[in-house]
């Protein structure tokens, strides 16, 4: 099993949609966690932390389930500023955090 | 707003070469990190380092790699003896504490 696993995607969504990701990861010892994009050819940016408790910022929704080891993010009424790549980090400890491989969102007009 | 910056935004060198890439973190910044992230594929963590010394570090970050803080505000990654398959984009990091990091925009390293 993959330490950090994503469903590439693509997704194509149309505006205003809602839409979620899932992310698993292997390691139960992992101790923060964390959804970023990233456009093509640029740097990853954060997007939100993730907590047990989930939290929410704006259209953003992040969920942890840590029995089943896998994160959720929620992206509701969709723009088309929101095509990118949406990636999930987990740290495992030590300052050491493994990246997800990505899942690709497109929104249609 | 602050920002990592990193410097140059494009090195090409010729196989075989050393490189330095560099780094400022954000100021008040006390956890350095350095990834990077061939065309085409996922992030991947090379190193952590705090108080001055590696913290953590990949099975990528090997002999041929070396980090430092030569000052107060500068982060390094050393690469020597460059190899082809060391062209990728390297980005730096820095967080405040153990939480979120926040990343440069990347150097692309090309080898030829």
């Known amino acids: 099993r993959k330490e950090v696993e994503q469903d590439p995607g693509p997704f194509n969504v149309p505006e205003g949609a809602t839409v979620a990701f899932n992310c698993t990861y292997s390691n139960s010892a992992s101790q923060s966690f964390f959804w970023y994009r990233q456009d093509c050819r640029k740097e990853p940016k954060l997007l939100m932390s993730?907590?047990?408790s989930g939290n929410e910022d704006g259209r953003f929704t992040a969920q942890l389930n840590r029995a089943s080891q896998y994160i959720s993010l929620l992206i509701r009424d969709s723009k088309l500023s929101d095509s990118a790549t949406y990636l999930c980090?987990?740290?495992?400890?030590?300052?050491?955090?493994?990246f997800g491989a990505g899942t690709r969102l497109f929104v249609k007009a | 707003e602050p920002e990592v910056t990193q410097t140059p935004s494009h090195q090409v060198t010729q196989m075989g070469q050393e490189v330095i890439l560099r780094c400022v973190p954000i100021?008040?910044?006390?956890?350095f990190y350095w990834y990077r992230q061939i065309l085409g594929q996922k992030v991947e963590f090379l190193v952590s380092f705090y108080n001055n010394e590696i913290s953590e570090k990949s099975e990528i970050f090997d002999d041929q790699f070396s980090v430092e803080r030569p000052d107060g505000s500068n982060f390094t990654l050393k690469i020597r003896s460059t190899k082809l398959e060391d062209s990728a984009m390297y980005f730096c990091?820095?967080?405040?504490?153990?939480?979120?990091?926040?990343f440069g925009q990347g150097t692309r390293l090309t080898v030829v």
């Open positions: 990091a820095s967080s405040e504490r153990n939480t979120e990091a926040f």
């Open positions: 993730v907590y047990s």
């Open positions: 100021s008040n910044h006390l956890y």
């Open positions: 980090v987990v740290e495992i400890g030590g300052f050491k955090t493994i």
